[in-house]
């Protein structure tokens, strides 16, 4: 089992910048893709940015050039620095690993809301 913790997550003004981390625990093998994926209320949920153990990154055209994915693998964290943020960016942001298995896990969420 894997367990991730989110956290990062809160109230900012629009153009302002968030943190968001997620730490893995438990039987996590070496190679893994993590990732973040947001979900605004009554939408579907969508992916943000994704990257391999290796460290290749993809990012959702919405984001590019303001968010950046990157990940600790000694630590097992990835992150998500979040720059010149909009109301449209206002999401639960969720923590996403793929295990060598292919399973899935996901983190509880942590809650990001842009005011203008």
């Known amino acids: 089992q894997v367990q991730l913790v989110e956290s990062g997550g809160g109230l900012v003004q629009a153009g302002g910048s968030l943190r968001l981390s997620c730490a893995a625990s438990?039987?996590?093998?070496?190679?893994?893709?993590m990732g973040w994926y947001r979900q605004a209320p009554g939408k579907q949920r969508e992916v943000v940015a994704t990257?391999?153990?290796?460290?290749?990154?993809n990012y959702a055209d919405s984001v590019k050039g303001r968010f950046t994915i990157s990940r600790d693998n000694a630590k097992n964290t990835v992150y998500l620095q979040m720059n010149s943020m909009k109301p449209e960016d206002t999401a639960v942001y969720y923590c996403?690993?793929?295990?060598?298995?292919?399973?899935?896990?996901w983190g509880q969420g942590t809650k990001v809301t842009v005011s203008s």
């Open positions: 438990g039987s996590i093998f070496s190679r893994n893709a």
């Open positions: 996403k690993l793929v295990n060598a298995y292919g399973i899935m896990y």
């Open positions: 990257i391999t153990n290796g460290g290749s990154t």
